[in-house]
């Protein structure tokens, strides 16, 4: 099999992320991880991580929408395939690299969605938005790390613990919804959601479309 090249190197916030390309496809590793924290062959998880969310809120005329972590772009793909020409998504990713490599040679892999009218791109930790934005976001996409048990960051603690679930909840408007992707289940994250007045339900979703690979989790957290 053809080895990866390496595309480029960055280290920011104290965490090493490497961009890599074989052929067609292309992967994203983590400091010194043996296995890909992202790739673009299976992206499945991702896309219904976006469709529940914005099914969820599909009467809704201009609804706001906020995508947590760009990834290699497939959650918001799949945002804007499943949402009306008048949404609007934000979406907030704290590496300044991961979004030059979206709007560059990584784009082409889920359509350039970076490029569409509909959205913004903030280069800002996500806790920070959706605190300066109480009442505002009609659905919320979480996609950070691995998940509430993720390694890359240990700030990411702040982000699926109880506060930051509450700041979460606090940045949806009344019936809004929360979606979080997750590599694994965690049990005492379902209970910290429903602690908090969520109402909450865990999908387990095949990574590849042709239910093979690894199965993801999916909250799906409802503010009434």
């Not at 979406?91 to 509909?118: F, T």
């Not at 908090?196 to 999916?218: K, P, S, W, Y």
């Amino acid at each position: 099999m053809t080895d990866y090249t390496l595309l480029d190197t960055c280290n920011e916030h104290g965490t090493t992320m490497r961009l890599l390309q074989r052929q067609n496809e292309f992967a994203i590793r983590v400091d010194h991880q043996d296995g890909e924290l992202m790739h673009s062959s299976v992206h499945n998880s991702e896309d219904v991580l976006a469709e529940i969310a914005c099914n969820h809120i599909a009467d809704r005329e201009k609804p706001r929408l906020l995508v947590g972590g760009l990834g290699m772009g497939f959650t918001l793909a799949a945002a804007l395939k499943h949402s009306k020409q008048h949404a609007r998504i934000s979406v907030a990713e704290l590496m300044p690299a991961v979004v030059r490599w979206n709007q560059g040679v990584l784009g082409a892999v889920a359509g350039y969605p970076v490029k569409d009218k509909r959205v913004d791109i903030l280069i800002q930790d996500v806790g920070k938005v959706m605190r300066e934005h109480k009442n505002e976001f009609d659905a919320i996409m979480l996609d950070v790390d691995n998940g509430p048990d993720g390694y890359t960051r240990d700030n990411n603690d702040n982000l699926y613990g109880l506060d930051g679930l509450e700041i979460a909840y606090e940045a949806l408007k009344p019936n809004g919804i929360l979606t979080v992707w997750s590599a694994d289940t965690d049990q005492a994250f379902t209970q910290r959601l429903m602690k908090l007045g969520f109402e909450v339900e865990e999908r387990r979703v095949r990574e590849d479309t042709q239910e093979r690979g690894a199965i993801h989790t999916i909250w799906i957290a409802v503010r009434y």
